[in-house]
């Protein structure tokens, strides 16, 4: 079986809702084709929006996509889904399982209620990254994500576990009411970051943050170590490279519980 391939045909400016992709079960390829997809006030076939081609319906690429396609991975379960080019808002929003890599952009709110699977943003994550969707009051319930650059404002809001690597800058209002969960930041962290955070370990190279936090005595690098090695070895590159962090836990003003390592 070949990838499902869909090469996108939209050149004007209306927004297309992609949540449909996560519930295709069909490996027929002219079942795949002759799919209505609503877009704007009218149904097309699927194959008057994209070139089709593959029968794969667990393993998805998007070619041409832009940043008028939302919610791309919606709920999405065991499949993997490749896109080459930006995408709208939404992206990979209530994840439960699989993978999505991202050759590009994400819009608003990418991960946002993500419940498990692995997303990877090889660009830039706009405002919202892992924010809280409509009607529920958590963020990242699980799950691994990786923005190789930079994040916008208002991101990572009440992250309950999982893991985020962020290889460059994030805005202002992160990690807002931090629950658990593991974060790297390896470039610069905005105004008011972890406010009324609980726990959670934050790896940064950002010295500036640790201004609030009390340093801590007679380090234990046992946790530091493995999960260097671990994150590394996922990511076959050097994410984390020092080998003699300083270590911050609790805050000197609301003494929340969060492990600062500073890398």
Known sequence: MKPLTLKCKIKDRQRLDMSWLSNLKTSKLSDIKNLLISYGSKQYKLSSLF??????????????????????????????????????????????????????????????????????????????????????????????????????????????????????????????????????????????????????????KDKSISRQYIKANKTDLTFFNFYKMKINKILNQNVISSSRPSRYFGTKSERKLVELFVI
């Open 51 to 204: 070139n089709v081609s593959g029968d794969n319906y667990k393993d998805i690429v998007i070619k041409n996509s832009n940043d008028h396609l939302d919610n791309i991975g919606s709920a999405l379960e065991d499949k993997k889904i490749t896109i080459n080019g930006n995408v709208g808002y939404g992206l990979a929003k209530g994840m439960i399982s699989g993978e999505i890599i991202l050759n590009g952009n994400a819009g608003r709110n990418a991960c946002s209620g993500m419940k498990g699977g692995s997303v990877s943003i090889l660009g830039n994550a706009d405002d919202g990254l892992c924010s809280l969707p409509t009607s529920m009051n958590e963020g990242l319930v699980d799950g691994f994500i990786y923005v190789r650059k930079n994040v916008g404002d208002n991101s990572i809001i009440r992250m309950r576990r999982g893991n985020i690597i962020i290889g460059g800058n994030i805005g202002s209002g992160a990690c807002l009411e931090l629950i658990s969960g593991s974060i790297i930041i390896l470039g610069k962290i905005g105004k008011n970051f972890c406010h009324n955070a609980r726990r959670g370990t934050i790896f940064t």
